[in-house]
Every structure is written in C-alpha cells, then in structure tokens.
C-alpha cells in the first residue's frame, strides 16, 4: 500500500505557504462561508500589521504571507484545483484544497499570545 506523503500537487513554498494560510482562515467564522458544494468561501484577508498578523487564533508573520497579494499564486492554486478565485476580494477553497496537506502548517502557524 503507498505511503501518503505531504504536498503531492508538489507546490512551491510560496504556493504552500498560501494555501496554509486560507486553510486555517476557512476554521473561523469570521473570515469564512461554508458553502453547499463543500468548498469555504473567503472573504475576510488578514491585514499584516508589523511582522505579524492574526489567522483566527494562530499568528502568522508577514514574511509567509506574500501569496495573499500574488495573483500568479492564486493562479497557480486555482489551476491545481484547490481554490476558485476572485483576486485580490475573495478565494473560495474547494473541497480538494481543505484537504490538502503541504506538510508546513506547523512552520507557518504559530499560537497566539495576544
């Protein structure tokens, strides 16, 4: 039996990190519709402010936040499936795309002390 293995669209980091990110938004109510196909509409991008910003509980560092201002990522996200677009408003992440695993959420998300 094959050995799932992490990041298997082979994304690149900056792709990755990206989908990270709208992978911990589309937990939180406030930044996140669930919709009937199984797919969680996005419509509430976080802001850096400083080096940081807050994803839902977690704080991200504004350094591994570039794709959410790059429309060639969510080109790239969309092409692979795991997301439908509405640069720079909204992303819709598919059902395929809360699934995914690239195997750095842990590098990405850090908990909150703020």
Do not use: C
């Not at 996140?32 to 910003?53: E, I, N, Q, S």
């Amino acid at each position: 039996m094959p050995v799932s293995r992490p990041n298997p669209l082979k994304l690149n980091p900056l792709q990755s990190k990206t989908l990270v990110l709208f992978q911990e938004l589309a937990r939180h109510p406030e930044s996140a519709t669930t919709l009937k196909d199984g797919g969680v509409l996005l419509t509430a991008l976080p802001h850096p402010h400083g080096d940081h910003f807050h994803v839902g509980s977690k704080v991200a560092l504004s350094k591994d936040a570039s794709g959410l201002g790059n429309r060639s990522v969510w080109v790239a996200l969309e092409r692979k499936g795991l997301i439908r677009s509405n640069f720079p408003l909204a992303a819709t992440l598919t059902a395929e795309g809360l699934a995914y695993d690239t195997g750095i959420a842990h590098l990405i998300l850090h908990g909150s002390d703020h």
